[in-house]
């Protein structure tokens, strides 16, 4: 199977049946009784929030899944519903469900989507016909993507092992219910995008307010981007067919260095080239995954932002922060896209630091926060605003280090957001990462984990959703079974609020 379609699959489709074991997670009482009356609970804390900590044995493994633990524990956004019954089959109507969800009917969507865009009057229509254009750039990408690998492996390589397409030309040689089906995901993220906006949950992302004059959108950096996501698939799907152990190591993966770098680093995760660790992969990662995404990575991404734009606002309308700028850390910062979402949003006086292992995609992270503040500091020139010329506007603390192992004091940060890391760690280290984060948060500060969705999230998608860890992801597996909420509650959080936006999910934690 290509290796493009495993990836984009495995990720566009979510758990199945979890595991039945005794699992610890803080509950409210009432949350107990109506949402898991199959639970046995073994002893019960009253704590000043009066959340109990109850010791559960599921009585059913079609009840003990990370999605549906949550759903209990959790204050969930509608979201949560609509994408957990999106497109949700029925065994005993199977040839209805094949034409419900044909790629007829997810045009038919599509089309609808863009009506309620229209009727939504300028704003809304300057959103969607920017959103489309993004989508349509990065399934162009999948497409040629996709044709240069067939191409490579025919020959270039010689090899067979990539032609089981049956002559399609879809992106990743989907079926067109399918990519259609990806593509409806996609504007279905840029409408619940688009409502947070418009209800002014959060404001208009930083980079459409100078999309003409943005970088990323020059054509020559369209040329640029392109050309070094079909270089990277080519080489990605190659080693994907070879199934060479060689290939799924770096060139750092040396006995000589295992303290520096653990040993579960030393991986080429999804096959890319060098893994984390050259200019070269985090040059292309923005493009690489936003195109297996078809440009719906930042939407939902942005799903991290409202319990954070929420808490900040609190804070200055009670008075809780005594004239203290906001401290806000963020693990695993990767190339810092999202850094410069989350501080555009914020005020301009917050302390940002932001913590990689990867020094490659730190320099990355640090060119990416000078151009937000160049563009920015350009932003309050023309509005007249002298803050652009003050010390106000600073550049984020980047720092390498372990995410397991923080250099920082405990009760450091007020906000600690952490995106796309713990399907990427063994379980062992995400309990670890659990407790540094909870130990460098202050008292009543906010924790927002983001990163995919688990089994029981998109019941739907169960059976495919594991398919991801043939994409060297050799812990995504244990990921989508594990109770991501267990290690914060041992360490005193209490569970918030939870976002799904396709693929991705967001879960909120207080101290």
Not at 87 to 98: C, E, F, K, P, V
Not at 428 to 440: D, F, L, P, Q
Not at 478 to 486: A, K, Q
Request: charged letters at 25%; one cysteine or more.
């Amino acid at each position: 199977m290509n290796i493009l379609l495993v990836f984009c699959i495995a990720l566009a489709a979510c758990p199945t049946n979890g595991l039945v074991a005794p699992l610890r997670f803080a509950v409210k009482v009432g949350a107990v009784a109506t949402k898991l009356d199959s639970a046995v609970t073994d002893e019960q804390t009253t704590t000043d929030e009066q959340t109990t900590v109850v010791s559960t044995s599921l009585a059913s493994s079609s009840i003990a899944t990370p999605g549906l633990i949550e759903n209990a524990i959790f204050e969930c956004h509608p979201s949560v519903e609509f994408w957990r019954n999106f497109q949700q089959t029925s065994s005993a109507n199977s040839n209805d469900n094949a034409m419900t969800f044909s790629a007829t009917n997810n045009l038919r969507e599509m089309a609808e989507i863009a009506s309620r865009f229209a009727a939504k009057g300028p704003d809304g229509w300057n959103y969607w016909i920017r959103h489309v254009g993004r989508s349509g750039y990065f399934l162009t990408n999948a497409l040629l993507g996709t044709l240069a690998s067939g191409l490579h492996e025919r020959y270039v390589s010689n090899s067979n092992a990539n032609n089981d397409d049956d002559g399609r030309i879809l992106p990743f040689n989907l079926d067109s219910a399918v990519t259609t089906r990806l593509l409806l995901e996609a504007f279905l993220c840029y409408e619940q995008d688009y409502a947070c906006i418009a209800d002014g949950i959060y404001n208009t992302p930083w980079d459409m307010k100078s999309l003409l004059t943005h970088r990323q959108s020059s054509p020559i950096n369209m040329v640029t981007q392109t050309t070094r996501f079909v270089n990277e698939a080519i080489a990605a799907l190659a080693r994907r067919n070879r199934q060479n152990e060689d290939d799924k190591k770096i060139w750092l993966s040396d006995e000589a260095s295992p303290k520096l770098y653990p040993e579960y680093y030393q991986n080429a995760f999804h096959y890319q080239t060098d893994g984390w660790m050259s200019r070269r992969s985090a040059d292309v990662y923005e493009t690489s995954t936003e195109t297996l995404f078809l440009g719906r990575q930042d939407a939902m991404q942005r799903a991290t932002l409202p319990p954070i734009t929420s808490f900040a606002k609190n804070r200055k309308v009670n008075r809780q922060d005594g004239g203290r700028p906001l401290k806000v850390l963020e693990v695993a910062c990767g190339t810092g896209r999202f850094m410069t979402f989350l501080r555009d949003q914020l005020d301009l006086n917050t302390e940002y630091t932001a913590v990689d292992l990867s020094p490659f995609y730190l320099e990355a992270a640090r060119d990416n926060d000078a151009y937000w503040r160049k563009t920015r500091q350009e932003t309050e020139e023309r509005l007249g605003n002298t803050v652009g010329n003050s010390e106000e506007l600073k550049p984020a603390r980047l720092i390498q280090a372990q995410a397991e192992d923080l250099p920082f004091d405990d009760e450091s940060f007020d906000v600690v957001v952490c995106i796309y890391l713990y399907h990427e760690l063994p379980r062992e280290v995400r309990a670890k990462v659990s407790a540094e984060i909870s130990r460098v948060l202050k008292k009543d500060g906010l924790v927002v984990l983001t990163d995919s969705i688990q089994r029981g999230d998109r019941p739907s998608l169960d059976d495919k959703i594991g398919n991801f860890g043939d994409m060297n992801e050799p812990y995504y597996v244990d990921y989508l079974s594990d109770d991501l909420s267990v290690p914060f509650v041992k360490e005193g959080l209490r569970p918030g609020g939870k976002i799904v936006r396709s693929t991705t999910k967001s879960l909120s934690f207080t101290k």
